[in-house]
């Protein structure tokens, strides 16, 4: 997987109403942003973690006059460590110290204990995990993003799948605004559980896979079919990530599995690249190193896709528009990363639509904070489960 810098893509293409009304979206319930709340709180700020997240947010804090009273880590963490100036202390500390404070969650996870942490903290005190944007530049979500993409996210909204992807679509947007958990653990769900509900699996895919990391959504679909399939493309720039993967597949002993060192975009053309060896890998104009890009549409050749993925870190609009042959042709299933641009919430869903009108599309919310793995299940009318 890699993230993507280098170009902005064009939003899908609208005609925009002049004169809109200055209307809320009905499903937002938040008035105040976490950037708002940090601003106007009189308790103590208090951040939990380290790290670029961390960064991010005592550089705000340092640019808006905003004092953050302490730094705390997992007691493993704590060591004597300094970070900024902080001598970072352990929970116990912070909460002998004061007896009120605003918690500030500084980092991200996957890890269920993790999470769990996270939950349970957000129970015992006000608790705050900002939404930043993962490339620089990028607008963020606020009021007036929200009243700016109005009508685009109000068409989405109503016509996603089911009642479910409009509590997570909401839910997503209201969390963006506040930091609040709440809003994400009341939406989470397993992936596995979701893709073996909503997508139906044969014996004969022909699965493309971007952003294919070390193997790991290969084996995920391996599992959906009980390792039967018909041809598996798999395509990773990252030349330490290509080499993981390559192992995992010789190791699994498969077959009729081509892999692609390359990127994927609209075209072929070669980018500038930052290989980090792990999935932060990024097309970045500053990158060191230059990588081979393609389409989809060049690579298949017109052949058949029953199942592509993309968690390609900030490229799935290029990739979906790289991929527009072969979505109108054979309409396949699709499981598309939606977070790693805002806007990508309503601009991915509208260019599917335009590229097949056929498909259902849902939204989930997979464990993790802040609101990353969140997903698009797009799947046609005639090839579903019954949802």
């Given at each position: ?11 899908h293409a609208r005609i925009i109403k002049v004169e809109r009304r200055r209307i809320m979206l009905p499903f937002i319930k938040e008035t105040e942003t976490a950037w708002d709340?940090?601003?106007n709180t009189n308790k103590p700020i208090v951040l939990y973690g380290m790290g670029n997240g961390a960064d991010k947010i005592l550089d705000w804090c340092a640019a808006n ?60 005190h006000e608790t705050l995990a900002p939404h930043l944007p993962l490339f620089e530049g990028d607008e963020v979500v606020s009021l007036s993003w929200l009243e700016k993409y ?238």
């Amino acid at each position: 997987m890699f993230e993507v810098a280098f170009q902005k893509a064009k939003p899908h293409a609208r005609i925009i109403k002049v004169e809109r009304r200055r209307i809320m979206l009905p499903f937002i319930k938040e008035t105040e942003t976490a950037w708002d709340r940090l601003k106007n709180t009189n308790k103590p700020i208090v951040l939990y973690g380290m790290g670029n997240g961390a960064d991010k947010i005592l550089d705000w804090c340092a640019a808006n006059g905003v004092k953050v009273a302490a730094i705390f880590a997992s007691d493993d963490f704590v060591r004597g460590q300094i970070f900024r100036g902080y001598k970072i202390c352990k929970y116990a500390d912070v909460v002998s110290q004061y007896q009120d404070f605003l918690l500030v969650i500084a980092f991200a996870s996957e890890s269920p204990a993790v999470l769990e942490h996270f939950f349970v903290l957000a129970k015992k005190h006000e608790t705050l995990a900002p939404h930043l944007p993962l490339f620089e530049g990028d607008e963020v979500v606020s009021l007036s993003w929200l009243e700016k993409y109005k009508e685009e996210l109000m068409e989405v909204y109503q016509k996603l799948a089911d009642e479910k992807s409009r509590e997570v679509f909401a839910a997503t947007l209201n969390y963006k605004l506040s930091g609040k958990l709440s809003y994400l653990e009341a939406i989470t769900t397993m992936r596995q559980e979701d893709c073996q509900q909503i997508f139906q699996f044969g014996m004969d895919e022909t699965f493309v896979d971007l952003g294919a990391y070390d193997g790991d959504t290969i084996k995920e679909f391996l599992n959906y079919t009980d390792s039967s399939y018909r041809e598996i493309v798999a395509l990773e720039p990252d030349s330490k990530n290509f080499k993981k993967l390559q192992r995992f597949v010789e190791e699994a002993g498969l077959e009729h599995v081509h892999l692609l060192n390359k990127g994927i975009w609209n075209e072929e053309r070669t980018l500038s690249f930052a290989a980090s060896g792990g999935r932060q890998s990024a097309l970045q104009s500053d990158g060191k190193v230059e990588v081979p890009v393609d389409s989809v549409d060049h690579i298949m050749q017109g052949k058949q896709v029953s199942y592509m993925k993309l968690d390609v870190e900030g490229a799935e609009f290029e990739a979906l528009n790289g991929a527009k042959e072969t979505i109108e042709r054979w309409a396949p299933k699709l499981f598309v990363a939606a977070y790693h641009r805002d806007v990508d919430l309503w601009r991915l869903p509208l260019l599917l639509w335009c590229l097949n009108k056929n498909y259902k599309i849902y939204l989930r919310k997979h464990p993790y904070v802040p609101a990353w793995e969140l997903n698009f299940l797009a799947v046609t009318k005639e090839d579903t489960r019954g949802q």
